[in-house]
Nanobody, 126 residues
């Protein structure tokens, strides 16, 4: 059974950095998408970044391009989200998710993700 476990997150001042980690346990094939999403109360979950595990192709939403970096360590079975130059509007609950290759939906769309982590809070203060 696949499980995703978060670590990282916390509070930081604007302009600071944080790194989120997502450890994947259980059976994991070589063709998956690992994604990071975020959600604030009253809003839908937003796709932030995703990576195709087969070839490392990455995807970012426009608001984080140049500031966030998604990466993977296949040996450690861990996905990372390095967040730099954080802004107050980055404050949210962040979730990692996994979906299998073959989904008809784009990588930054919540639909199609079959597994989710428990979420970790990121708070950026001014």
């Amino acid at each position: 059974q696949i499980q995703l476990e978060h670590s990282g997150g916390g509070s930081v001042q604007a302009g600071g950095s944080l790194r989120l980690s997502c450890y994947i346990s259980g059976g994991l094939g070589s063709r998956n998408y690992l994604g990071w999403f975020r959600q604030v109360p009253g809003k839908e979950r937003e796709g932030v970044a995703a990576i195709y595990t087969r070839d490392g192709t990455t995807y970012y939403t426009d608001s984080v391009k140049g500031r966030f970096t998604i990466s993977q360590d296949n040996v450690a079975r861990t996905a990372y989200l390095q967040m730099d130059a954080l802004k107050t509007e980055d404050t949210a609950m962040y979730y990692c998710g996994l979906k299998y290759d073959g989904s008809p939906y784009p990588p930054l769309t919540e639909i199609g993700y079959a597994y989710w982590g428990q979420g970790t809070q990121v708070t950026v203060s001014s």
